[in-house]
């Protein structure tokens, strides 16, 4: 059985290191009976070294760049990542698109960094034409792959997709991992994961708060 994958995606919170401990040690205490899922924090890049006692919690990353080193000033490489204690990375988030014109082929490159590592990408779409062509991947590399369905209306505005709609969509996405993102809180996490199948879910503001975020993954735990 694939566990439920709860990814907090913390953007670019909190303010300060002992804030981002914090809040991790939090959401580490209250999930210490977690058996069926996947919990990922996914904090800015210069918290990671600090949340190195990860415990059951894993750490993402939310991107990265594909070339291993160099000069690339103000970059992160995957492999660093990989290096620093990551097992997964967001890729694509819309915020990335639209702020940082992320495109599709760049998508792709970090992609196949990331498999290239050993991380395991979470590529967010907005519509299934945002979604790589996998046909050259390996089988193995495809089990690897996470999509990220999250509606742009639904980000961080608090106006969640109902779930039959996003069960509309994801059923017209042909991958076995699809994670549903967009104002996901604890009263509607459950409904995306069994009313509309997904397998897990990328959760934004409501991950920045422990006692919400605990909710959250314990709707995972019951489903
Ligand atoms: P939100 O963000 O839960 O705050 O809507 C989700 C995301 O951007 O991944």
């Known amino acids: ?11 670019m919170n909190p303010k300060t290191t002992k804030e981002a401990n914090n809040l991790f040690n939090s959401v580490k205490a209250g999930s210490h009976r977690i058996k069926k899922t996947e919990v990922v924090i996914c904090p800015p890049f210069i918290y990671l070294p600090f949340l190195k006692e990860k415990g059951r919690l894993k750490l ?7 070339e291993e080193s160099g000069a690339y000033t103000g970059e992160v490489s995957l492999l660093m990542l990989k290096k620093i204690g990551a097992e997964y990375v967001i890729i694509g988030h819309s915020e990335r698109r639209k702020y940082f014109k992320e495109t599709n082929s760049e998508v792709l490159k970090k992609t196949k960094s990331a498999l290239s590592v050993g991380l395991k990408p979470i590529i967010c779409v907005d519509k299934v034409s945002q979604i ?6 390996r089988k193995e590399e495809i ?29 017209l996405i042909k991958h076995d991992f699809v994670l549903y993102g967009g104002s ?9 994961l069994l009313e509309a199948g997904f397998q897990g879910l990328l959760v934004g503001g409501a991950s920045l708060k422990a006692k919400e975020f605990i909710k959250i993954i314990d709707s995972a735990e019951k489903n």
Request: aromatic letters at 14%; charged letters at 25%.
């Open 1 to 11: 059985m694939k566990k439920t994958l709860i990814i907090a995606n913390w953007k």
């Open 60 to 66: 993402g990353g939310q991107n990265g760049f594909w």
């Open 132 to 137: 790589p062509d996998f046909s050259n991947f």
């Open 143 to 171: 089990k690897n792959i996470i999509i990220a369905y999250e509606p742009l209306f639904a980000i961080g505005t608090g106006k969640a997709c109902s779930p039959k709609k996003a069960k509309e969509k994801r059923l």
């Open 184 to 192: 996901v809180n604890f009263k509607n996490a459950r409904d995306y």
